[in-house]
């Protein structure tokens, strides 16, 4: 969000504006409150889902996997069908997009795509396995195996309990007050 619109909101003032952050690309509105110090705070009021908002292309969906995995996966993919986890983990997760669908075989395949050239995989298998993928500098798919377990400990929370801060310096969302866990926005 450009800190311009705050410098031209009066204190007291409102804006309203669709945000995306990962997850799935659909987007939020976002209504935040300008106060005198020239810092907006606000909450997630609704998703912006009528269609993917611009500058957010579709990843490309990868074929079948024919390397051994890396490892099972703590978390089963089809959890990332929930559309309010999915919701969390763009907020959460801002710069990490993640998809879903069904492959050939019937298995429910989770994709997600950060923005250093990482990728991960993870297939949701009837067997109870769950093997996973990762590829690039980093594991990605143990980032989003740790936001849903976040979720998951902090009661499934839906983008309505999370409250976004915009400030001179920086951007930032916060859950459960103050003292609660904060996630830095790229600005």
Known sequence: MPYAWLEQTRPGGRILTPWVGGGDGRGHLLALDVD?????TGRFVGDSAFM???GHDDPTWTGPCTERPDRDSAVDPAELADPTLLSVLGIVLPDVRIATHVDEAGHLRAQ???PDATYAMAVS?????HPAWTWGPHDLWAHVETAA???HTAGRPGSGDFVYTVTSQRQFVTFGGADGPRWDVPV
């Not at 005198?36 to 907006?40: E, F, L, N, P, R």
């Not at 298998?125 to 396995?129: E, F, L, M, Y």
Request: charged fraction near 20%; avoid cysteine; aromatic fraction near 16%.
């Open 125 to 129: 298998d009837p067997d109870g396995d």
């Open 36 to 40: 005198d110090t020239g810092t907006a």
């Open 112 to 114: 997600a795509w950060g």
């Open 149 to 151: 377990a976040w979720w």
């Open 52 to 54: 993917t908002l611009t």
